[in-house]
């Protein structure tokens, strides 16, 4: 078909495939993986303009300009980073990226005082929290948090020497993630189920300040569902 040999149609493809992409995880909630929620405004309006410019292209489609070797070239660059998501489908970043950054134990900022302005679920006795809001307590305000009942999610790192749950901090992408941790004490025992780095669990426990140092004195550690926002903003 002449249409196929125009150079008009392989921009055109291009287009469409990534005002599919951007739409596809969008709809999903999978853009989370990438950036943080609060870009997803400008998402959309980067959908709007590829929508727009394929729509343009399309109408160009009527006057025929042969395509060249360069703009096949040109259209296979385009679509390897696509190509690349397919073949290797993105997900969190592991704790292995948590260790090669450094896990943070100490976290200051005026947004955890904010924060906990919020309504905080209770489960119980427990407080569901955030490393990041425990961290952030810990260092600013400690007598608000030490001995405290709270519950906390996050990956497991573990290693020979302690046991701590990691989560990552974005500010604009996961490219400037800053993984922060808390160390985790508890007691092995045989009836415990079996618990693997990466794996994401529930921690019940009473917040402990030694030194300067947080840590959880854990009562309860239960493995759950990778949550639908894995990062913490």
């Not at 343009?56 to 395509?67: N, Q, W």
């Not at 955030?130 to 405290?148: M, N, R, W």
């Not at 426990?205 to 550690?221: L, Q």
């Amino acid at each position: 078909m002449k249409v196929l040999k125009s150079k008009h149609f392989y921009k055109s493809m291009i287009f469409l495939i990534y005002f599919l992409f951007f739409l596809s995880i969008s709809f999903t909630g999978n853009f989370k993986i990438f950036v943080k929620k609060f870009y997803f405004p400008y998402i959309i309006i980067g959908i709007l303009i590829l929508l727009s410019l394929l729509l343009a292209e399309i109408k160009k489609l009527k006057r025929f300009k042969e395509t060249s070797f360069f703009d096949i070239l040109t259209f296979c660059i385009f679509l390897f980073p696509l190509i690349l998501l397919i073949i290797v489908k993105p997900t969190t970043l592991p704790t292995y990226t948590a260790l090669k950054r450094g896990i943070q134990t100490e976290f200051l900022t005026q947004d955890v005082l904010k924060s906990l302005q919020e309504k905080i679920e209770i489960e119980g006795k427990y407080k569901k929290l955030t490393i990041k809001q425990v961290l952030g307590l810990a260092k600013s305000k400690p007598e608000q948090i030490d001995g405290k009942d709270i519950i906390v999610e996050g990956m497991v790192y573990k290693n020979e020497r302690k046991f701590m749950l990691v989560r990552f901090l974005i500010t604009c992408c996961a490219a400037d993630a800053t993984p922060l941790g808390i160390e985790i004490e508890y007691k092995e025992n045989g009836e415990k189920e079996e618990i693997r780095n990466d794996d994401w669990v529930k921690v019940r426990g009473k917040v402990k300040i030694e030194n300067d140092k947080v840590k959880i004195i854990a009562e309860e550690i239960i493995k759950t569902e990778l949550p639908s926002n894995p990062y913490l903003y």
